[in-house]
């Protein structure tokens, strides 16, 4: 069946550090690729996404490209500030399934 | 409302007792969601419904669980004779439909069995 596998946290970095957190998948098909957030606190919320093959994902400084041939959904920021600082689930598209999330944690 | 609503936040039980959590999803949303989330883990999938038609319940762990849309907005999880096991944060999340499209969540109902 379909799953997710992500990168184990924590992730602990400085401020203005290059951010990659890896996430492969497995699927049927082609569906779309998610990146969620969840700052302490709050819900997940959307942070990027990409619907076929090659598409780039973008928002606030992340980006996420959808590789089939290595089927792979990485995140990466070139520059995190303290605010990044949550935990990041990669899905896949449809009835949505999450790998197990990493945490992040940027220190000043 | 604004935004995907889940009540209530907080749920404690008592071994064996019956619960019912609410999802009230963003207006016009057709597909709506529930995925369970242990501590320290990834949302797992329990259910999905578009409108009122429960299309998928693969996810539900089991027959104690259960899961309505009888109208195509709000949604109900049940959970009967609850155990330890089902302790776990509750999410609810609904989208406009389709794979490629946005689903947004609820702050989930965290239960608490003891």
């Known amino acids: 069946g379909n799953s997710v596998t992500q990168m184990e946290g924590p992730v602990t970095l400085s401020e203005e550090a290059f951010l990659t957190i890896n996430c492969t998948y497995t699927a049927t098909g082609y569906p779309s690729l998610f990146w969620y957030v969840q700052y302490p606190g709050e819900g997940l919320q959307l942070l990027l996404k990409a619907t076929k093959a090659d598409d780039k994902g973008s928002n606030k400084g992340f980006e996420a490209t959808y590789r089939k041939e290595t089927t792979s959904f990485h995140l990466e920021k070139g520059s995190v500030q303290v605010s990044d600082s949550a935990v990041y689930f990669c899905a896949l598209g449809g009835k949505l399934i999450f790998g197990q999330g990493t945490e992040l944690s940027v220190k000043p | ?114």
Not at chain 2, 93 to 114: M, P
Request: aromatic share 12%.
């Open chain 2, 1 to 114: 409302g604004a935004g995907v609503s889940q009540s209530p936040r907080y749920k404690v039980a008592k071994r064996g007792q019956d619960v019912a959590l609410r999802c009230d999803p963003i207006s016009g949303h057709v597909s709506l969601f529930w995925y369970q989330q242990a501590l320290g883990q990834g949302p797992e999938f329990l259910t999905y419904f578009q409108n009122e038609a429960q299309l998928d319940k693969s996810g539900l762990p089991s027959d104690r669980f259960f899961a309505e849309r009888p109208e195509g907005s709000v949604s109900t999880l049940k959970i009967q004779r609850t155990q330890q096991e089902d302790s776990a944060v509750y999410l609810c999340a609904s989208s406009i439909g389709g794979d490629y499209t946005e689903a947004f969540f609820g702050q989930g109902t965290r239960l608490t069995v003891v």
